[in-house]
């Protein structure tokens, strides 16, 4: 079984977190945020959903800002990682969940093989995003601000691209 961990600050990654798992009860046997994970806790496992949102100006969530140094501890060699984010396209148009990339670049410079990576920005409107490689997101993208009422259907395309793309050793 996989673990999914993320990062928040006001709690709204929280709930897309718990409907991440609903979509992949074979796959997710534990949700935590980051806050409370320490760094043994990826050594047991093969496949781990990690994500959150972007605050301040593209930046990660505090909690993800505490942890991160400790991904240098971690080899993510021979684990699969599928990332997801939260933003706002109105508010934050210049720098819509950029942050994911900031998790993105490490977890490969760590090793990581990374699914469900080429997401089509189409139907989002903003004016950059640091996440977009190839004219493609790099993880599932949900707008709760704006766009609630899409987040069920994004999640369950993005799901289908993890269960098509999961290695069989990381179901392990
Ligand atoms: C002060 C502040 C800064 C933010 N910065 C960004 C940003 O740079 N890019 C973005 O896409 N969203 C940004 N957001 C929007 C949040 O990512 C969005 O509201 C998200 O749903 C919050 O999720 P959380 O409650 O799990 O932290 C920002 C929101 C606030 C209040």
């Not at 928040?8 to 991440?20: H, S």
């Not at 496992?45 to 505490?66: A, I, N, P, Y």
């Not at 490490?106 to 004219?135: Q, W």
């Amino acid at each position: 079984m996989g673990k999914l961990f993320y990062g928040t600050q006001t709690g709204y990654t929280a709930v897309v977190a718990e409907k991440i798992q609903a979509a992949l009860p074979d796959l997710i046997g534990e949700v935590k945020c980051i806050q409370f994970v320490k760094a043994e806790e990826f050594s047991d496992c093969q496949f781990f959903v990690l994500g959150g949102s972007t605050w301040g100006d593209g930046e990660l969530t505090d909690d993800w800002v505490d942890f991160f140094p400790q991904l240098d501890k971690i080899d993510f060699n021979g684990k699969t990682v599928a990332l997801f984010a939260l933003g706002d396209q109105a508010s934050y148009s210049y720098n819509f969940v950029s942050a994911m990339k900031l998790l993105y670049d490490k977890l490969k410079e760590r090793g990581a093989n990374i699914i469900a990576d080429r997401i089509p920005t189409t139907g989002f409107e903003y004016d950059h995003s640091e996440s977009v490689v190839d004219g493609h997101f790099v993880g599932l993208t949900i707008d709760e601000m704006n766009e609630p009422e899409l987040t069920d259907s994004r999640i369950e395309q993005w799901v289908s691209l993890v269960k098509a793309q999961l290695p069989a050793p990381a179901l392990a």
